[in-house]
């Protein structure tokens, strides 16, 4: 039977390509309700179309949630699949740690599946970062990363990922930005994190790792958004087999 999807946040920019992409894919899926407070103010005339997940009373007309919408509609997504034990994938980033955390208690009751980057090359970079990190002790590490001008939070989702795994390597610390100043004795725990914004760069992350006389860049440049598209599709043809837990690309990609 055909996988389908309940989009929230379809008239976002990852929304639209999602759709797009099941529409044109070859893909045994489809999106069978659209949810976006948008969708009634541009005049949408979709047969399923809802401004707001709660408004939707029966879960039985679809398998899965794809979500890439707001922290706040995310929660609210999550607290709906777990009230109707629907399985949910989220690729929402800006989400705080008592957001997450909630997710995790969510995930006790129904399967939730979130990750900040849905493309192989960054959760490959992601899981291989301990190996690097070992290897490269004393190093200085940098990341720095690119986005649209339209993306809301900074640093990126996937910044503040490659940051965590390595301090927890380093037992350091995440610092963001420098503000005009002086430093000495940088400790070789800190991970410093730049975020840039402009232009429509779908995303771009580099980790340097910086040493005597040498420097070791490691760079993931997204070319279309259909990377994270192709990535939720997967992870929700995935997630629906799944029992209760709370799950990420690592867990797809058996990393």
């Not at 639209?16 to 541009?42: C, K, N, Q, Y």
Request: proline share 4%.
């Amino acid at each position: 039977m055909p996988l389908k999807v309940c989009l929230v946040g379809a008239m976002g920019k990852m929304g639209r390509v999602i759709a797009d992409t099941l529409f044109h894919g070859d893909f045994s899926a489809s999106v069978a309700i659209m949810v976006d407070p948008r969708l009634a103010e541009d005049g949408s005339k979709e047969l399923r179309a809802f401004k707001d997940i709660k408004e939707i009373k029966d879960s039985k007309i679809f398998d899965v949630v794809i979500d890439f919408s707001t922290p706040l509609a995310t929660m609210e997504s999550a607290a709906w699949c777990m009230q109707n034990k629907m399985p949910m994938v989220s690729g929402t980033t800006g989400l705080s740690k008592e957001q997450l955390d909630k997710l995790k208690v969510f995930a006790k009751s129904t399967p939730i599946f979130w990750s900040p980057n849905m493309s192989l090359g960054v959760n490959l970079i992601d899981a291989l970062l301990p190996q690097i990190a070992e290897v490269l002790q004393g190093f200085e590490v940098e990341i720095v990363e690119i986005h649209h001008g339209q993306k809301k939070d900074y640093p990126s989702g996937t910044a503040l990922r490659f940051a965590e795994t390595l301090i927890k390597l380093k037992d350091g610390e995440i610092i963001f930005g420098r503000a005009k100043g002086k430093s000495d004795n940088r400790p070789l725990g800190e991970v410093v994190v730049h975020a840039i914004r402009g232009g429509t760069v779908p995303g771009e992350h580099t980790i340097y790792f910086l040493g005597p006389d040498e420097v070791i860049e490691i760079t993931h440049r997204a070319l279309s958004r259909k990377i994270f598209a192709l990535g939720a599709i997967k992870a929700a043809e995935w997630v629906i087999s799944k029992k209760i837990g709370f799950y990420n690309m690592n867990d797809v990609l058996g990393l």
